[in-house]
């Protein structure tokens, strides 16, 4: 909401700077978004008057005026617009003027005849947008006067944020009323003058209100023989310091008392209701109206309408209707003034999709006490500006009286809530200040009545803030709470996600934070299995590409790869939530995942690596191991066959037959159509599940005492065969002398034949009891042979 | 035969002076002292002088080769140094070199910031909660005193996913959550995403806030005026102003917005500060009655205080990084500045 300050202090003369109104409006709960002075750079800038125009002598394009400005001879001004006749006042800079912006304005040649200044457009003086021509002013402004006074640029204009509770702020007189309470000067009230002829309005019009909860009160009247006309200049320069556009007279009235008390009204040509009476209803299903912004909108039941005898003329508290609109060639005015109920509003306003300033003010609740003050006021304007014959009495329906409500309040409690003692009277005397009232009070507590625009008052609580706003949430102390568990325990996974997430830095890779938007056209180009495609879908997504929530991390690692595909190295990883719609429960499973991708060089372009090795499966499987064993998590892997990956080079991670999570190499053909590095290695990991496995205990071993013993042993098995299976085939084998088996080597090439492999395994020995003799350890030596030729049909090399 | 000798240690104490290595000294004490060495050698004929000479003998051929011994030993230590030396001089290296290594990896930039707040909260006695991204709009709204109608529900631009359910616009559905597992105390905060329809230079839809949740009897505003001071001069440095303004949330009353003197000019007023010198970075105060109703505490007994912010404001205002958008877009050449 934009604030003159010079027309705030119509209401309230406080005489503060600017920078000490603009603290305390903002520590008041004012939010100061903007400070505005129009006018600041401008000087030596009057109001000028044109005597005489005559062409230029050297230039087609260009006059030569005469312009007085009140003061000494008139001053000689080259001018290149067209839309000034003599006679006309205009702004005219003079020699040493400055416009906004800062340009300096100097008497100078123009095609070898002197300018002593410059005559202005509203552009020049940023008071319009963009100008053609000079900014013609009105006859009546005075010749010689400041520029800044004229146009009202000696003001300064806040933009100020109204939070959704206070619409009561949401006007001059709303602001007047807090600032008076603060600085403790009265308000005044613009007076309210007009005359009512004989006959009564009640005489050829009346208001009904069909659905009083939507309407609790409907105030009318009925003026005749009005004069429409363009506003007068004060009315048009308040009007756009607010932002608006001025209209016609009775227009621009009806706005700029909805400026001035936050009480929208409305006006009607009165001859265009029909039998010129006025119907608040619901509308009917499908009825339909034409609002003032063209649209046809069709209605349906719950939607409040202002009609006349047969159709509706207004959509009630949020848009007139065109058929009844005030036009240039209205005579009679009908005007409204009502206190609608915000809900209402608000839903009918939001299912049109127009949020107009009136809906605004009405849903976040109007003053049912200013219906007639608001309808008087504009009476009063509108008899002073566009003439006519005011109807007496107010047409004032109110068949839902709005009660005023009362709220206690006990004084230690503030207290308590706060945390500082504040005197008693201090605390009464505020909230009586802010225009409450006391309806009964003792020594411990008050009951006030809350006045009729403080919708947001209805607990202590409330009160309380008003007290801690008054005293200053500066001068409440800053004090340390102790602060106590319950003993309840809220989150398990937080610290151990993090641990994973600092090892895998540590690890040399680098964290990702995607959105966790999706769509199921990725998700089906890059062959995810079909349960990938249960997602849960956003009714108004941002985007095609964003309509539903990730199912799987794997796709926002590959985007990132694609974006930074020029990079020598991506070794990248992302923990965060993927979203599994279930059947049995209204919201969806959210596992923390942990997506890793690597892809390009294992080590840098660096003094010291000969080589640049890319990375390749095994890499990305050892980080993954040593992730689970950091945890103590017990898994087993298994070859898989996840469609993004490889065939050949596709793993899969279990515990008692649940899966952890998946680790292979994408697939060459996806890597091709997404133009991104063949030698890409991913994995998934299920972060949830991995943290609900029992972690394996650790128990101290018995270091020994005795020395111990290692055999190399190289075999020739099928080049198919598992390592795995000779570890596990060896697991019972010597009797616990044997300590470690390292497997050192493994080859397939030239050396062996082509459908074998040569693995070289080193055992360690050793005895908790003894020094292990060679008999001893040649015989366990002899099993493991026999063991390996009878499983494996093993070649000792 | 002690001539022999004589001319033997002549011999032998020549060649250690002119020995130049360690090893060349070994091989000496070998020719000279070894078990087929010349003193030995020597020694062996012993049996054919007469008994008489033998000890004489003896005796000279001990202490020539003690003295041998000991000018071995003495060379030994020169040599060895010298060569020590000439190592030393041979293995200089440039130590500006870089060092071997895969380098770190980065945490990204938001996760590092949620992890020094909540360690921050943590050490003061908070403990970190978490709760659903896809949320009823029971827990989001309605629980937290916003009912349908509320004009608060504008500012919001929810993301719907089916009648009653929401992305989660805040992470204060988790006040609620929290509220319904335990009675008080309560000391949490609650670290997430965010979801909110915006996207454009400053707005993303997906953000992170951090909330925090005070339940006890004795909480009050000054309280919270002192933790979130206490918590803005650790995070932001204790030169930082602090500024508490009135402010309107449906779930907390009294309500208020804090502000920081701006991190760019130090409060003389700059663009990011839009010339006020203050940077507003957080909503909080007392929880609304209504909200324990719901929660079914005692409103009577029982006050706490809860507060929320923003996470990548907090990484944006801490690294100067001028875009929401940077932090989400996953540019190595972003993420490996942090």
Same mark, same amino acid.
């Given at each position: 909401?934009?604030?003159?300050?010079?027309?705030?202090?119509?209401?309230?003369?406080?005489?503060?700077?600017?920078? !000490?109104?603009?603290?305390?409006?903002?520590?008041?709960?004012?939010?100061?978004?903007?400070?505005?002075?129009?006018?600041?750079?401008?000087?030596?800038?009057?109001?000028?008057?044109?005597?005489?125009?005559?062409?230029?002598?050297?230039?087609?394009?260009?006059?030569?005026?005469?312009?007085?400005?009140?003061?000494?001879?008139?001053?000689?001004?080259?001018?290149?617009?067209?839309?000034?006749?003599?006679?006309?006042?205009?702004?005219?800079?003079?020699?040493?003027?400055?416009?906004?912006?800062?340009?300096?304005?100097?008497?100078?040649?123009?095609?070898?005849?002197?300018?002593?200044?410059?005559?202005?457009?509203?552009?020049?003086?940023?008071?319009?947008?963009?100008?053609?021509?000079?900014?013609?002013?009105?006859?009546?402004?005075?010749?010689?006067?400041?520029?800044?006074?004229?146009?009202?640029?000696?003001?300064?204009?806040?933009?100020?944020?109204?939070?959704?509770?206070?619409?009561?702020?949401?006007?001059?007189?709303?602001?007047?009323?807090?600032?008076?309470?603060?600085?403790?000067?009265?308000?005044?009230?613009?007076?309210?003058?007009?005359?009512?002829?004989?006959?009564?309005?009640?005489?050829?019009?009346?208001?009904?209100?069909?659905?009083?909860?939507?309407?609790? &009160?409907?105030?009318?009247?009925?003026?005749?023989?009005?004069?429409?006309?363009?506003?007068?200049?004060?009315?048009?320069?308040?009007?756009?310091?607010?932002?608006?556009?001025?209209?016609?007279?009775?227009?621009?009235?009806?706005?700029?008392?909805?400026? !001035?008390?936050?009480?929208?009204?409305?006006?009607?040509?009165?001859?265009?209701?029909?039998?010129?009476?006025?119907?608040?209803?619901?509308?009917?299903?499908?009825?339909?109206?034409?609002?003032?912004?063209?649209?046809?909108?069709?209605?349906?039941?719950?939607?409040?309408?202002?009609?006349?005898?047969?159709?509706?003329?207004?959509?009630?508290?949020?848009?007139?209707?065109?058929?009844?609109?005030?036009?240039?060639?209205?005579?009679?005015?009908?005007?409204?003034?009502?206190?609608?109920?915000?809900?209402?509003?608000?839903?009918?306003? &939001?299912?049109?999709?127009?949020?107009?300033?009136?809906?605004?003010?009405?849903?976040?609740?109007?003053?049912?006490?200013?219906?007639?003050?608001?309808?008087?006021?504009?009476?009063?304007?509108?008899?002073?500006?566009?003439?006519?014959?005011?109807?007496?009495?107010?047409?004032?329906?109110?068949?839902?009286?709005?009660?005023?409500?009362?709220?206690?309040?006990?004084?230690?409690?503030?207290?308590?809530?706060?945390?500082?003692?504040?005197?008693?009277?201090?605390? &009464?005397?505020?909230?009586?200040?802010?225009?409450?009232?006391?309806?009964?009070?003792?020594?411990?507590?008050?009951?006030?009545?809350?006045?009729?625009?403080?919708?947001?008052?209805?607990?202590?609580?409330?009160?309380?803030?008003?007290?801690? &706003?008054?005293?200053?949430?500066?001068?409440?102390?800053?004090?340390?709470?102790?602060?106590?568990?319950?003993?309840?325990?809220?989150?398990?996974?937080?610290?151990?996600?993090?641990?994973?997430?600092?090892?895998?830095?540590?690890?040399?890779?680098?964290?990702?934070?995607?959105?966790?938007?999706?769509?199921?056209?990725? +998700?089906?180009?890059?062959?995810?299995?079909?349960?990938?495609?249960?997602?849960?879908?956003?009714?108004?997504?941002?985007?095609?590409?964003?309509?539903? +929530?990730?199912?799987?991390?794997?796709?926002?690692?590959?985007?990132?790869?694609?974006?930074?595909?020029?990079?020598?190295?991506?070794?990248?990883? !992302?923990?965060?939530?993927?979203?599994?719609?279930?059947?049995?429960?209204?919201?969806?499973?959210?596992?923390?995942?942990?997506?890793?991708?690597?892809?390009?060089?294992?080590?840098?372009?660096?003094?010291?690596?000969?080589?640049?090795?890319?990375?390749?499966?095994?890499?990305?499987?050892?980080?993954?191991?040593?992730?689970?064993?950091?945890?103590?998590?017990?898994?087993?892997?298994?070859?898989?066959?996840?469609?993004?990956?490889?065939?050949?080079?596709?793993?899969?991670?279990? /515990?008692?037959?649940?899966?952890?999570?998946?680790?292979?190499?994408? /697939?060459?053909?996806?890597?091709?159509?997404?133009?991104?590095?063949?030698?890409?290695?991913?994995?998934?990991?299920?972060?949830?599940?991995?943290?609900?496995?029992?972690?394996?205990?650790?128990?101290?071993?018995?270091?020994?005492?005795?020395?111990?013993?290692?055999?190399?042993?190289?075999?020739?098995?099928?080049?198919?065969?598992?390592?795995?299976?000779?570890?596990?085939?060896?697991?019972?084998?010597?009797?616990?002398?044997?300590?470690?088996?390292?497997?050192?080597?493994?080859?397939?090439?030239?050396?062996?034949?082509?459908?074998?492999?040569?693995?070289?395994?080193?055992?360690?020995?050793?005895?908790? !009891?003894?020094?292990?003799?060679?008999?001893?350890?040649?015989?366990? +030596?002899?099993?493991?042979?026999?063991?390996?030729?009878?499983?494996?049909?093993?070649?000792?090399? | 035969?002690?001539?022999?000798?004589?001319?033997?240690?002549?011999?032998?104490?020549?060649?250690?002076?002119?020995?130049?290595?360690?090893?060349?000294?070994?091989?000496?004490?070998?020719?000279?002292?070894?078990?087929?060495?010349?003193?030995?050698?020597?020694?062996?004929?012993?049996?054919?002088?007469?008994?008489?000479?033998?000890?004489?003998?003896?005796?000279?051929?001990?202490?020539?080769?003690?003295?041998?011994?000991?000018?071995?030993?003495?060379? $030994?230590?020169?040599?060895?140094?010298?060569?020590?030396?000439?190592?030393?001089?041979?293995?200089?290296?440039?130590?500006?070199?870089?060092?071997?290594?895969?380098?770190?990896?980065?945490?990204?930039?938001?996760?590092?910031?949620?992890?020094?707040?909540?360690?921050?909260?943590?050490?003061?006695?908070?403990?970190?909660?978490?709760?659903?991204?896809?949320?009823?709009? $029971?827990?989001?709204?309605?629980?937290?005193?916003?009912?349908?109608?509320?004009?608060?529900?504008?500012?919001?631009?929810?993301?719907?996913?089916?009648?009653?359910?929401?992305?989660?616009?805040?992470?204060?559905?988790?006040?609620?959550?929290?509220?319904?597992?335990?009675?008080?105390?309560?000391?949490?905060?609650?670290?997430?995403?965010?979801?909110?329809?915006?996207?454009?230079?400053?707005?993303?839809?997906?953000?992170?806030?951090?909330?925090?949740?005070?339940?006890?009897?004795?909480?009050?505003?000054?309280?919270?005026?002192?933790?979130?001071?206490?918590?803005?001069?650790?995070?932001?440095?204790?030169?930082?102003?602090?500024?508490?303004?009135?402010?309107?949330?449906?779930?907390?009353?009294?309500?208020?917005?804090?502000?920081?003197?701006?991190?760019?000019?130090?409060?003389?007023?700059?663009?990011?500060?839009?010339?006020?010198?203050?940077?507003?970075?957080?909503?909080?105060?007392?929880?609304?009655?209504?909200?324990?109703?719901?929660?079914?505490?005692?409103?009577?007994? $029982?006050?706490?205080?809860?507060?929320?912010?923003?996470?990548?404001?907090?990484?944006?205002?801490?690294?100067?990084?001028?875009?929401?958008?940077?932090?989400?877009?996953?540019?190595?050449?972003?993420?490996?500045?942090?």
């Amino acid at each position: 909401m934009k604030i003159s300050l010079n027309w705030l202090k119509e209401y309230c003369n406080f005489s503060v700077s600017v920078n !000490e109104l603009a603290e305390r409006m903002t520590m008041l709960g004012l939010e100061i978004e903007s400070i505005e002075e129009p006018g600041k750079e401008i000087e030596n800038v009057f109001v000028g008057k044109i005597l005489d125009i005559q062409p230029h002598p050297q230039a087609d394009k260009l006059v030569v005026c005469k312009t007085d400005i009140g003061k000494g001879e008139p001053l000689q001004i080259i001018c290149g617009a067209k839309n000034m006749k003599v006679g006309d006042k205009v702004p005219t800079a003079i020699d040493g003027a400055i416009l906004p912006g800062g340009f300096r304005i100097t008497r100078r040649k123009m095609r070898g005849i002197e300018s002593f200044g410059m005559m202005c457009s509203g552009a020049e003086l940023k008071v319009e947008e963009d100008s053609e021509g000079l900014l013609i002013l009105h006859p009546d402004a005075p010749l010689g006067e400041d520029i800044k006074k004229v146009l009202g640029l000696d003001d300064v204009i806040f933009e100020i944020e109204i939070t959704p509770n206070r619409g009561d702020w949401a006007s001059y007189i709303g602001l007047a009323r807090e600032l008076s309470a603060y600085y403790d000067i009265p308000i005044t009230l613009p007076q309210i003058k007009f005359s009512e002829i004989e006959k009564t309005a009640s005489s050829i019009s009346s208001v009904t209100i069909d659905c009083p909860d939507f309407c609790p &009160r409907y105030a009318g009247r009925v003026i005749q023989n009005v004069k429409i006309a363009p506003s007068p200049d004060w009315l048009a320069r308040k009007l756009i310091s607010a932002g608006q556009r001025p209209i016609n007279n009775i227009v621009d009235i009806t706005n700029f008392v909805l400026l !001035e008390t936050g009480h929208p009204l409305h006006a009607f040509d009165f001859d265009k209701l029909n039998e010129n009476r006025i119907v608040v209803r619901l509308a009917k299903e499908g009825e339909q109206i034409r609002t003032l912004d063209g649209e046809l909108r069709t209605l349906n039941t719950s939607q409040m309408v202002i009609a006349d005898a047969i159709k509706p003329q207004a959509l009630a508290g949020i848009m007139g209707g065109a058929d009844s609109e005030v036009d240039d060639n209205t005579v009679n005015v009908f005007l409204e003034s009502a206190y609608f109920d915000p809900v209402s509003i608000r839903r009918t306003a &939001r299912f049109h999709n127009l949020l107009t300033e009136a809906a605004q003010h009405f849903q976040r609740g109007a003053d049912p006490e200013m219906v007639t003050w608001a309808i008087d006021r504009a009476t009063s304007l509108i008899q002073e500006l566009a003439g006519g014959k005011v109807l007496k009495g107010i047409l004032d329906e109110y068949p839902k009286k709005i009660q005023r409500k009362n709220v206690k309040l006990r004084y230690e409690r503030t207290k308590k809530r706060i945390g500082i003692e504040i005197d008693k009277d201090f605390q &009464r005397t505020i909230i009586l200040k802010l225009g409450f009232s006391v309806k009964e009070e003792n020594e411990k507590e008050v009951d006030f009545i809350v006045p009729s625009w403080r919708h947001d008052v209805s607990l202590e609580e409330d009160l309380i803030e008003e007290i801690a &706003r008054f005293y200053g949430y500066d001068k409440i102390p800053n004090t340390l709470p102790k602060i106590r568990q319950s003993g309840a325990v809220f989150d398990t996974a937080f610290k151990k996600v993090n641990d994973i997430r600092t090892l895998l830095v540590h690890k040399g890779l680098t964290e990702c934070y995607s959105w966790t938007f999706s769509n199921p056209e990725i +998700m089906q180009q890059l062959n995810f299995p079909e349960n990938y495609l249960n997602m849960v879908v956003l009714q108004n997504p941002l985007s095609k590409n964003l309509s539903t +929530m990730r199912t799987s991390i794997i796709p926002d690692l590959l985007t990132t790869a694609q974006k930074n595909h020029l990079e020598d190295t991506i070794s990248i990883f !992302e923990i965060g939530p993927v979203f599994l719609p279930t059947e049995q429960n209204l919201l969806p499973d959210e596992p923390q995942k942990l997506g890793i991708l690597l892809s390009g060089s294992a080590n840098p372009r660096l003094w010291c690596y000969n080589d640049r090795k890319q990375f390749d499966f095994f890499d990305l499987k050892g980080i993954v191991e040593d992730i689970l064993n950091e945890l103590y998590i017990p898994y087993r892997v298994e070859k898989s066959d996840f469609p993004l990956f490889h065939p050949g080079q596709s793993m899969k991670i279990t /515990n008692q037959n649940e899966e952890l999570g998946i680790v292979g190499k994408l /697939n060459p053909k996806i890597a091709h159509e997404l133009e991104i590095n063949e030698n890409t290695y991913i994995s998934e990991l299920n972060l949830n599940k991995i943290l609900c496995v029992t972690p394996k205990k650790k128990i101290y071993k018995t270091i020994s005492e005795f020395p111990s013993t290692s055999r190399d042993l190289a075999i020739l098995v099928d080049r198919s065969l598992p390592v795995s299976e000779i570890f596990s085939s060896l697991k019972s084998v010597g009797e616990g002398m044997l300590q470690k088996i390292e497997l050192f080597d493994v080859y397939t090439g030239e050396q062996v034949p082509h459908d074998k492999k040569s693995v070289a395994l080193g055992f360690t020995f050793c005895s908790n !009891e003894k020094t292990l003799t060679d008999n001893e350890i040649d015989s366990v +030596m002899k099993e493991i042979i026999s063991t390996l030729q009878k499983k494996f049909n093993a070649h000792i090399r | 035969m002690i001539k022999d000798l004589e001319q033997i240690k002549e011999f032998a104490l020549q060649k250690i002076k002119e020995a130049e290595s360690t090893d060349i000294l070994e091989q000496i004490r070998v020719e000279f002292l070894g078990k087929k060495g010349k003193i030995t050698e020597v020694l062996k004929k012993l049996g054919s002088l007469l008994p008489e000479e033998r000890p004489k003998v003896g005796s000279i051929a001990n202490e020539i080769k003690e003295i041998i011994t000991n000018n071995i030993q003495k060379q $030994y230590q020169i040599v060895l140094e010298k060569e020590l030396q000439k190592k030393i001089e041979k293995e200089q290296i440039d130590i500006t070199l870089p060092g071997r290594t895969y380098g770190n990896g980065h945490m990204h930039v938001i996760n590092q910031v949620m992890n020094e707040i909540t360690g921050i909260f943590i050490q003061m006695g908070f403990q970190v909660a978490t709760g659903p991204e896809v949320e009823t709009e $029971y827990y989001n709204f309605e629980s937290l005193n916003t009912p349908e109608d509320h004009p608060a529900r504008d500012v919001h631009d929810t993301f719907y996913i089916k009648p009653g359910v929401v992305l989660r616009t805040h992470t204060s559905p988790v006040q609620m959550r929290v509220m319904e597992k335990t009675k008080p105390p309560v000391a949490v905060i609650v670290p997430g995403r965010v979801y909110r329809v915006d996207n454009d230079a400053s707005h993303s839809p997906m953000f992170n806030q951090m909330e925090g949740l005070l339940v006890d009897e004795d909480v009050t505003f000054a309280d919270l005026k002192g933790t979130l001071m206490y918590f803005v001069h650790k995070f932001f440095g204790e030169d930082t102003a602090v500024r508490f303004r009135p402010h309107y949330f449906p779930f907390t009353e009294p309500s208020a917005e804090m502000d920081i003197s701006c991190t760019v000019c130090k409060g003389k007023g700059c663009r990011v500060c839009k010339h006020s010198g203050w940077l507003e970075i957080l909503g909080c105060g007392m929880v609304h009655p209504k909200v324990f109703q719901y929660a079914g505490y005692d409103n009577e007994k $029982y006050q706490g205080y809860a507060f929320g912010f923003g996470i990548d404001r907090m990484a944006m205002l801490k690294f100067a990084i001028p875009s929401i958008n940077l932090l989400f877009d996953n540019n190595l050449k972003f993420l490996e500045q942090f």
